[in-house]
């Protein structure tokens, strides 16, 4: 059986719709849903948080994952991504008050605040520049404004909800989308499988 690690809500509906284009499986979630393992066929799959896809692909219990590129270099695990799904298209972003720029830059004692801290450490390391990073799991933007913090790094879609609260993104650190992950086993061990997955996936990009 090949498992897969979804994260939960439009994600997995879109990759569900994907499979059932290639004829592997036939399955919908609706909202009242509560699985979080479900199987057809030689098909298993899990539902979880976007954050512990990863784990679960590094850890072999999921042969094949789907997440955000964000959450791949936020969790940093020993997985294969093998593929760009093309959809679920941002920026991750540093962004400060309207017509601030990249004035952060000369600040010597940086607050950043963040979901991400690893990805924002790894770029203000680049940079070689002092920061203190503020952890946070709500409206990231809410830093900025009350001055919690100097800068946010978020990720970035439409950016309107940056205008709306004077706020405006001066760097694009990464751009994002959806990638396909693979347990590095599992790619030896399912070569075969997993290859007519990945085949099948990079035909449906194309369209």
Do not use: W
């Not at 284009?21 to 699985?35: A, P, W």
Request: proline share 2%; charged share 30%.
């Amino acid at each position: 059986m090949l498992t897969f690690a979804l994260s939960k809500g439009r994600l997995a509906d879109k990759i569900l719709k994907m499979l059932k284009q290639m004829d592997l499986c036939d399955i919908e979630i609706s909202d009242e849903d509560r699985r979080l393992v479900i199987e057809e066929g030689q098909y298993r799959f899990f539902l979880a948080k976007p954050s512990d896809v990863p784990t679960f692909v590094e850890s072999g219990v999921a042969d094949m994952g789907v997440v955000g590129k964000d959450t791949i270099l936020e969790e940093n695990r020993d997985i294969a991504e093998v593929l760009d799904l093309g959809f679920g298209k941002c920026r991750m972003c540093v962004c400060a008050k309207k017509g601030e720029g990249e004035a952060y830059k000369l600040k010597p004692n940086l607050r950043v605040a963040t979901k991400y801290p690893n990805i924002a450490k790894e770029y203000f390391d680049t940079l070689h520049q002092n920061i203190t990073i503020i952890k946070l799991n709500g409206s990231v933007e809410l830093a900025a404004i009350v001055g919690l913090s100097d800068v946010i790094v978020d990720i970035v879609e439409s950016g309107r909800t940056l205008k709306e609260n004077g706020l405006e993104d001066v760097t694009t650190i990464h751009n994002l989308s959806a990638r396909l992950i693979v347990n590095n086993a599992s790619l030896k061990t399912k070569y075969d499988e997993i290859s007519n997955i990945i085949s099948g996936f990079k035909e449906l990009v194309k369209e």
